[in-house]
């Protein structure tokens, strides 16, 4: 099916390029972004879409060239001054990983040409500059954030730009607000204001649209989203509007395996309307099981960043995995700068199965380059297509559809237009 859904994307190229560009003009893409796809090999689609990304460290080295040139182009086109670029991560000084990924993205910048720093907006650190050794052997300056006559600065300069790579989940931090240097991506898509409901309605009206000019049914690339809010996970009357709206999401994915011959039971993500790392969501195979939720799994739907309780839920349809590496199954994760594809890599999870998601404890990273792969005879990969190219014409286009997406959504937060269910 994959196969067949590629040829028509190879063949239909120009028009596609045509489409996006149409529907991309005015638009300012996010600088950074990533997608989570999975490939069900009747079904490929976007699961999440991350505006904040922290795994550039995972990037190989030719995929981090790539990214480079694309934060060069990015800040000549919107920040055509700016030589001196400031970080502004998470508050994670203790997450090594994450910090791996804030040093990478420092390396990407000063591969463009550009000098960069790490501002530090939590707590005090214990003196600044506060120099991190990382696991990769590499060391990660961090100075205190401050801010002086409207604008942000650190120890060592003043920059002209920010990159943000804090998804501001309790709020834009007010040392942000309204600064006097451009800040990339907007505060405005942090967690605070984003909804991952408005963004898979957009995102699926893109995909409709494309799908009807290539004469593919737009559900190949889309999952069956309904959306929930209010809901008190302890109440079950709300219990119960969650389990009706996973018996739509199963009763249309039902009619859908049956109209294209598929032999498997569908089943639904119950996941946080907002919020990444995973958190807050649990998958089922009937409405029952939401019915019947035991301690632990109301706590996995109410686990989130910083301790908050989520009240607002997505019932969304599963897209199982097929691909694997060594018998476990995989993910590709994509990266995107300025709304192009930069690479990325593989989440492999040994604990999970076809059906879970893998963005969990325990999942690993594993390189995109195949040639990566077999170098350090990690054992086999297999993509269930004919080409491992058919996969990524499809994914690529996806991952850049979900950009998109969410350049719209800052655009209709922007203007304060109504969003609707």
Not at 102 to 127: D, I, N, S, Y
Not at 296 to 305: C, E, I, N, P
């Amino acid at each position: 099916m994959i196969n067949k859904l590629a040829k028509k994307f190879k063949e239909n190229s120009k028009l596609i390029e045509g489409w996006f560009e149409t529907k991309a003009e005015g638009i300012r893409l996010p600088i950074t972004s990533s997608v989570d796809i999975r490939n069900a090999g009747f079904k490929i689609t976007v699961v999440d879409t991350n505006v904040f990304p922290a795994g550039f460290n995972n990037l190989c080295n030719n995929f981090s060239k790539i990214a480079a040139q694309n934060f060069k182009k990015y800040f000549e086109t919107n920040a055509p001054k700016a030589k001196k670029v400031l970080i502004v991560p998470e508050t994670f000084t203790r997450n090594l990983n994450y910090l791996e990924n804030v040093r990478a993205m420092q390396k990407l910048l000063q591969l463009a040409k550009l000098e960069a720093a790490v501002g530090f907006l939590g707590e005090t650190l214990p003196q600044n500059p506060h120099e991190v050794s990382l696991p990769s052997g590499e060391k990660l300056v961090l100075e205190q954030l401050e801010r002086k006559n409207g604008a942000l600065q650190v120890k060592s300069f003043k920059p002209d730009a920010i990159l943000l790579n804090n998804d501001c989940s309790d709020g834009i931090p007010e040392i942000l607000q309204n600064v006097s240097q451009p800040i990339f991506p907007s505060p405005d898509l942090g967690w605070h204001t984003r909804r991952k409901k408005h963004h898979f309605i957009i995102y699926c009206q893109l995909v409709e649209e494309l799908g009807k000019a290539l004469d593919i049914d737009c559900w190949h690339f889309c999952p069956i989203t309904y959306s929930e809010s209010n809901v008190d996970i302890e109440n079950q009357q709300d219990l119960e509007r969650l389990a009706k709206r996973a018996e739509q999401v199963l009763g249309r994915a039902k009619t859908k395996y049956t109209k294209y011959g598929i032999n498997e039971k569908p089943y639904v993500f119950v996941k946080s309307n907002v919020g990444t790392f995973g958190l807050g969501l649990t998958h089922v195979e009937s409405p029952d099981e939401i019915l019947n939720l035991n301690r632990k799994g109301r706590q996995k739907l109410t686990s989130a960043k910083g301790g908050g309780k989520p009240t607002e839920f997505l019932i969304q349809e599963g897209i199982p995995t097929i691909d694997s590496l060594e018998g476990a199954p995989i993910e590709p994760v994509l990266y995107y700068v300025g709304g192009e594809s930069v690479g990325g890599f593989f989440r492999v999870h040994e604990k999970k199965d076809d059906r879970a998601s893998l963005n969990a404890p325990g999942a690993r990273f594993e390189c995109l380059c195949f040639h990566k792969i077999k170098e350090k005879k990690t054992g086999e990969l297999v993509l269930h297509c004919e080409d491992h190219e058919d996969f990524f014409t499809i994914a690529r286009w996806l991952g850049k559809i979900a950009t998109l997406a969410a350049g719209l959504e800052e655009k209709k937060i922007n203007t304060s237009t109504s969003l609707q269910v």
